[in-house]
């Protein structure tokens, strides 16, 4: 073995300094290679993203085997570790708690800058990516100083100390722990690679069209694991913490939603540039938004400043954080206007009724939404800053907000995937209008039918059947055309994210609308009724080992299989965590809660179910959306750039004229 208990410490902090080294050199050389054109020393770039790779790899092992041998001689493991913890949730403590969490960052993001330097290896000449590299390299310098001083996951503990408490119990109640985080860091830090070029090409003055193409797959990426890291945090949601929803608009899911929103926007708005050079300060502004709101909600999650399920606890890292937001933003900002005569438009919107209109229009939504967003988050943190008291942001205001902006996006779903550039003519638009137009009646013919009531339902259900139609109407073209190979490039792989956006929205509307509840006491023997369906106490459970107690209430449904909700009571931290049991089927889900107190000696249970519409939508909605991105990321037919000034861009970056992603 590698290392001898009490050694991780030493050797993780040595490996956190040799990152630390690569990453400061590597920016130095990028930043004098660009300046002198030299290329001998730029040379060395590649060389220094090697080195931050391996200490960063070697970093988190020593970290992993620190919690898998036990050595309580660190702070963190003394934290987050325990003898008792099984072997998956003790792997995924590495990333429970800030200290790891920070050091997983790391990890990803000097994988994407050694992946950065080996995909650009042949262009090293090319001041585009080597200013790029060097934007990239500061990032992670800023990073690994980070882990290695405040937020240092080897510092040493306290002596004496044999065991800890384990991961937060929320947090060793679900096998979506091992996937969520991660698959959302891959988002969160994937979205550093645009913003590099972005910044990049500001520096160079190649603000063209040229910058675009070489990060568009990096970007779409990107884009999807933040998507999909989303869409697993509600199931997470759903499945653990027992209240049977999957969305709260709590401050740190909101954390994750802002950038995706003007993620989204930038994904969308990039077409009209790379088609009509147009909306170059707008995708700049998009992309420098979104990247500042990952650092701006790390600070949100990590500085303890909000009160949250989801948040770490208090720390002392909140200072450096939003130190390098406010410098990322004046500095993009600073660069913005200084080659603002260079960002000027070559074309104009020739009329609103035309493809780049509804992406403009598009852009203009998801920037209100963001800032919705942000206002509910940020502004009861504001308040207590200058007056010194709590003020909370509650579902309702996002709610009352988010309807009518979703309704408005919705609309604009049913009708741009249609739209021809430049400009349609009303014959177009009768024509291509009319089997949507026709799929939207249907869909609000049918929710009537089935006892769908209220404005913004029935509308999102009609704009939902309306929408679908749009996309599958261009899915229907490309595979009468093409086959399944029509499926491949950036319009109709649009197409099927277009779908499961549209999936996703119909069950949240079902689910948050016409979600029904009781408390049911159950007896033993005695079969009770709720919603069309039979609930009958079968017995109870009970498990004990080092860990917790567990106690499940065995709960046949229409006298078939019993499902089983639990209360499991984890005794290193003496906290009661309740685990659903949900029957899902393609229509609804019935979602079953053990109420304490729990009773096994009198045979009876108090079980609150829930009656849940269409939720198996949402995640086949978001299996949709990512397969949808895999497919957007392959081109369709090649064309040259708007700008015949951009930098040369390889066949593999071409890509098609897509409507969609």
């Known amino acids: 073995m590698f290392a001898a208990e009490g050694l991780s410490g030493p050797l993780g902090r040595a490996a956190l300094l ?18 002198r054109n030299d290329l001998n020393v730029s040379r060395l770039a590649p060389r220094f993203a090697f080195g931050a790779v391996v200490a960063s790899a070697a970093a988190f092992v020593f970290m992993e085997y620190a919690l898998i041998t ?15 913890t099984p072997a998956l949730y003790n792997f995924t403590a590495a990333w429970s708690a800030l200290e790891g969490s920070i050091l997983m960052w790391v990890l990803i993001l000097a994988g994407f800058t050694g992946a950065v330097a080996w995909k650009f290896r042949r262009r090293r000449e090319d001041q585009l990516v080597t200013w790029a590299l060097a934007v990239m ?4 310098a800023f990073f690994f100083v980070l882990s290695f001083g405040p937020a240092n996951p080897f510092a040493g503990g306290a002596p004496g100390v044999t065991d800890g408490p384990g991961p937060n119990p929320l947090l060793q109640n679900h096998v979506l722990v091992l996937f969520h985080p991660p698959i959302l860091y891959l988002g969160y830090v994937g979205m550093t690679v645009p913003f590099a070029f972005a910044i990049a090409a500001l520096i160079t003055g190649r603000v063209g069209e040229g910058w675009l193409l070489e990060t568009r797959r990096w970007s779409l990426f990107a884009w999807g694991f933040l998507t999909l890291g989303i869409i697993l945090g509600s199931w997470w949601s759903y499945e653990v913490l027992g209240w049977s929803g999957v969305w709260a608009w709590d401050p740190v899911e909101n954390a994750s939603f802002m950038p995706w929103l003007t993620g989204t926007a930038y994904i969308h708005s990039v077409l009209v540039q790379e088609r009509r050079g147009m909306l170059r300060v707008w995708n700049l502004s998009l992309l420098i938004a979104t990247f500042s709101l990952t650092i701006l909600g790390t600070f949100l999650t990590r500085s303890g400043v ?4 989801h948040a770490f606890s208090e720390s002392n890292i909140g200072p450096y954080l939003l130190a390098f937001f406010s410098v990322i933003v004046l500095v993009s900002i ?18 609103p009724f035309s493809r780049e209109g509804a992406f403009l229009a598009n852009n203009v939504l998801f920037g209100v939404f963001a800032f919705v967003v942000l206002l509910g988050t940020v502004f009861p943190l504001v308040v207590e800053a200058l007056q010194d008291r709590r003020l909370v942001v509650g579902q309702p205001f996002f709610d009352r907000l988010s309807t009518p902006i979703g309704i408005v996006m919705l609309t604009l779903m049913s009708v741009a995937p249609i739209l021809p550039w430049r400009k349609a003519s009303e014959e177009v638009l009768r024509e291509r209008l009319f089997w949507p137009a026709v799929c939207g009646v249907l869909a609000l013919a049918l929710s009537v039918a089935l006892g769908a009531t209220g404005l913004a339902p029935l509308l999102a259900f009609g704009l939902g059947g309306f929408a679908a139609g749009s996309a599958g109407r261009q899915v229907a073209i490309a595979t009468r055309r093409q086959g399944l190979r029509g499926l491949i490039g950036r319009a109709n792989g649009g197409m099927i994210v277009h779908i499961g956006v549209i999936l996703i929205a119909v069950g949240l509307t079902a689910s948050n609308s016409f979600t029904n509840s009781q408390e049911l006491k159950l007896v033993k023997g005695e079969a009770a009724s709720f919603a069309g369906h039979t609930f009958e106490l079968v017995g109870f459970e009970e498990t004990e080992d080092d860990r917790s107690t567990s106690i499940k209430a065995l709960v046949s449904i229409d006298g078939g299989q019993a499902y ?3 209360i499991h009571k984890f005794t290193n931290m003496g906290m009661n965590i309740g685990t659903p049991s949900v029957k899902t089927s393609l229509t609804k889900d019935l979602y079953l809660t053990l109420e304490p107190p729990v009773k096994p000696s009198e045979n009876e249970a108090r079980i ?13 909605g978001g299996l949709l959306m990512g397969l949808g991105t895999i497919l957007a990321a392959f081109p369709g037919r090649r064309r040259r750039p708007t700008d015949p000034t951009s930098a040369p861009i390889a066949a593999t970056d071409s890509i098609g004229e897509g409507a969609g992603v």
Do not use: E, M
């Open 564 to 566: 089983a909700p639990a």
């Open 334 to 351: 600073g660069l913005i206007g200084w080659r603002g005569d260079r960002l000027r438009s070559p074309g104009t919107i020739d009329s």
């Open 18 to 35: 040799v990152g630390v080294v690569c990453s400061v050199f590597g920016a130095l050389a990028c930043i004098i290679g660009a300046k």
């Open 306 to 309: 909000l009160n949250s399920v």
């Open 137 to 140: 390299f500061i990032v992670l």
């Open 608 to 620: 609150k179910v829930f009656v849940k519409p269409l939720i198996i939508w949402l995640w086949i």
């Open 70 to 84: 036990r050595d309580f001689s660190l702070a963190y493991v003394q934290k987050v570790g325990s003898r008792s």
